[in-house]
Structure formats: C-alpha cells, structure tokens
C-alpha cells in the first residue's frame, strides 16, 4: 500500500521560500509518476508539479520557474521547493502517487495515492 504523508508547511511572508516534504511508504513507487496539487477555500484543485519516473517534469504556468519538484528513491521522499510565493499561492498542498501506467492523462489530484495534505499560507 502507498500511503504518502506531506510535511513542511507553514507560514511564509509574500516572496518566501518554502520546502514541503512527502514520505511514501510502499516499494513500488519509484517507478511511478508523482506530484503534488493544491486547493484554497472556495477554489478548485490545481495541479501543480508533476515528476515522470524519467525524470521528466511538467508545471502549469502558475507556478512555473518558482517550484520545482523532486524525489529521492533511497529515501521514499518527494519534494515541492516553492520560491517566490504570491498570497494567491496559500492552500493547502498534497502529495500523490500514481501507480498505473500511462499517467500522463490523468489529473494529478486524481492520482490514485493522496496525502492528507499541509497548509502553506502566504501574507504580505
């Protein structure tokens, strides 16, 4: 079972850094796509940070240039640096894993394996 479980959030003043965390239990997530979306009050889901076990990375242009995303297999870790915050970016952040395989279709909040989520709140 992929259990993933974010950490790192906080609170951060408008042009920030912040670096969320995501432990993933289970051993076959390496060879699977993960991200991370996020969601404000009143707003949809947004992905935003997609890794492809090529190493292959992909962002919308709401954050594109100040997040990136990672993973350290020796680790089971996945990690969102996000650079640059704007207020808008406040939400609350989760971590997913996708274990079938094309996962290129399919919306990173719908990935099969979801964290619990950390709130990242940005003032100005």
């Known amino acids: 079972q992929v259990e993933p479980v974010e950490s790192g959030g906080g609170s951060v003043q408008a042009g920030g850094s912040l670096r969320l965390s995501c432990a993933v239990s289970g051993s076959t997530y390496k060879r699977n796509c993960v991200g991370w979306f996020r969601q404000a009050p009143g707003n949809e889901r947004e992905g935003v940070a997609r890794?492809?076990?090529?190493?292959?990375?992909s962002y919308p242009m709401s954050v594109k240039g100040r997040f990136t995303i990672s993973r350290d297999n020796d680790k089971n870790m996945i990690y969102l640096q996000m650079n640059s915050l704007f207020p808008e970016d406040t939400a609350t952040y989760y971590c997913?894993?996708?274990?079938?395989?094309?996962?290129?279709?399919?919306?990173?909040?719908?990935?099969?394996?979801r964290g619990q989520g950390t709130q990242v709140t940005v003032s100005l």
């Open positions: 997913a894993v996708h274990t079938d395989d094309p996962c290129a279709t399919v919306e990173i909040y719908e990935f099969q394996h």
């Open positions: 890794l492809y076990p090529s190493g292959v990375t």
